[in-house]
């Protein structure tokens, strides 16, 4: 703390780290960053698409999904179990 009197340089660095820490801190406590985060992550390497409320809403026009509210499941039990396996099928190769 001395030294961040002393020196306004090490003071002013002193103070962007508490705002960033403070910042982050209230940011990462919300869902939504851990959505988009999980989103991107998922899409860059090809496992959800990129435009997701848009496939959703697709896929819930034809048929396939259903709406529960704020949820989406799937009309077909058997259309489930074959994605589930499909994945993991695909993570053994």
């Known amino acids: ?5 002393s020196r306004p340089v090490y003071g002013a660095a002193l103070a962007a780290g508490l705002w960033i820490s403070s ?3 209230v940011l ?10 999980a989103r991107t992550w998922l899409a860059l390497h090809r496992c959800l698409p990129w435009r997701l409320m848009s496939f ?3 896929a819930h ?12 499941q ?3 039990v058997e259309l489930q ?3 589930a396996t499909r994945s993991s099928e695909r993570n053994l190769r």
Do not use: E, S
Request: proline share 3%; glycine share 10%; hydrophobic share 45%.
């Open 1 to 5: 703390m001395i030294g961040a009197v």
């Open 23 to 25: 910042g982050t801190r």
């Open 28 to 37: 990462f406590h919300n869902a939504w960053p851990w959505y988009a985060i």
């Open 56 to 58: 959703l809403d697709h």
């Open 61 to 72: 026009d034809r048929g396939v999904l259903r709406q529960a509210g704020a949820v989406y």
């Open 74 to 76: 799937f009309r077909h």
């Open 81 to 83: 179990h074959r994605l």
